[in-house]
């Protein structure tokens, strides 16, 4: 009798994991990606911003990407689960804000968030619902405050050229872990600054040490365009 208990229980406590406590990873960490607007549009040169006008100079969030160990990031990863506007409502106005869509169509932004959930955020979804992501970004861009650590150091918007060890190290002192630097050329030849990488863990709320960087080089001296 006290064998057939402990057997029951047993596999009670198995559904138990496998429908609620044991749901797999999909991914290692997160990348939170931030997009210098200045550089997209000087070599995009095909910038439209959002119906409320130019947004303010600041970087702009590209996304939060799940990646592998090896620096990789899955893609596309659950075509039954499509952006959804109502279920951000609440954070609509403050997406708006930071998170300004730059790539042609912009509109209201809509576009843009969609290819982020679809194309990077449902690969976290043993993790983060389309709400939680997109709090999880907002929350992320606040908490590492890029501009005004570049500012506090020194490193304005201002179309000047900035050593990338100056650039790395006045973000790494800021926010306490080492970023990833990625650059745009422009039409001239300049190595300009793009974007910025940071590492996430798993839960999408804590900043850590990146465990691979992606690849990708810019030069010694960098142009941080103006916007």
Not at 172 to 185: D, K, M
């Amino acid at each position: 009798m006290k064998a057939n208990r402990t057997a029951t229980l047993i596999k009670l406590l198995v559904l138990l994991c496998l429908s609620v406590l044991c749901v797999s990873q999909d991914f290692d960490f997160f990348y939170f990606v931030q997009q210098w607007p200045g550089s997209y549009c000087d070599t995009k040169q095909s910038c439209c911003y959002p119906t409320t006008g130019k947004p303010a100079a600041d970087f702009g969030i590209h996304g939060l990407w799940p990646n592998y160990q090896d620096g990789n990031y899955p893609q596309n990863c659950d075509s039954k689960n499509p952006f959804n506007p109502d279920k951000v409502a609440d954070l609509r106005s403050s997406m708006q804000k930071n998170w300004p869509t730059l790539a042609c169509p912009s509109g209201n932004g809509v576009s843009f968030w969609t290819h982020e959930w679809e194309k990077h955020g449902t690969c976290s979804e043993s993790v983060l619902d389309q709400h939680g992501y997109f709090q999880a970004a907002l929350s992320l861009q606040k908490q590492a405050n890029l501009l005004q650590a570049l500012a506090s150091a020194g490193i304005n918007p201002d179309g000047g050229s900035y050593s990338m060890s100056n650039i790395k190290r006045a973000i790494q002192e800021a926010v306490g872990f080492t970023p990833w630097i990625e650059c745009n050329t422009d039409a001239s030849g300049n190595s300009q600054l793009y974007q910025i990488y940071l590492c996430v863990d798993t839960t999408g709320k804590n900043l850590i040490e990146c465990p691979v960087f992606p690849k990708g080089k810019c030069g010694s001296d960098i142009e941080f365009p103006s916007f």
